[in-house]
């Protein structure tokens, strides 16, 4: 059974930083894109960053420069140092995977994992 798990959310007041972690656990031949996004009360779920299998990143306006994701290949995980953090960016983080299970089978399903609170104080 696959397991995306988060880690890393909670408290911090603005200029401040956090650094999440996103575990990938279970029975996986490969692990392609990865991301980050958020969600607040009342808005779909936004794109923070997202990072390659090759390394190659891509992050919303709103965090350049700020934010760094980034990935451990040999442990399974992604990760996303966040610095200088605004009330802006308050929301629950979201980690996000494409797996491959099978050599042959080229094919990726789509995972999430539950999420972790990021609390920005002003």
């Known amino acids: 059974q696959v397991q995306l798990v988060e880690s890393g959310g909670g408290l911090v007041q603005a200029g401040g930083s956090l650094r999440l972690s996103c575990v990938i656990s279970?029975?996986?031949?490969?692990?392609?894109?990865m991301g980050w996004y958020r969600q607040t009360p009342g808005k779909q779920r936004e794109l923070v960053a997202d990072?390659?299998?090759?390394?190659?990143?891509n992050y919303a306006d709103s965090v350049k420069g700020r934010f760094t994701i980034s990935r451990d290949n040999a442990k399974n995980t992604v990760y996303l140092q966040m610095n200088s953090l605004k009330p802006a960016d308050t929301g629950v983080y979201y980690c996000?995977?494409?797996?491959?299970?099978?050599?042959?089978?080229?094919?990726?399903?789509?995972?999430w994992g539950q999420g972790t609170q990021v609390t920005v104080s002003s």
């Open positions: 996000n995977a494409d797996l491959q299970f099978r050599i042959f089978d080229t094919r990726n399903v789509n995972y």
């Open positions: 990072i390659s299998s090759g390394g190659r990143t």
């Open positions: 279970g029975s996986i031949f490969s692990i392609n894109a």
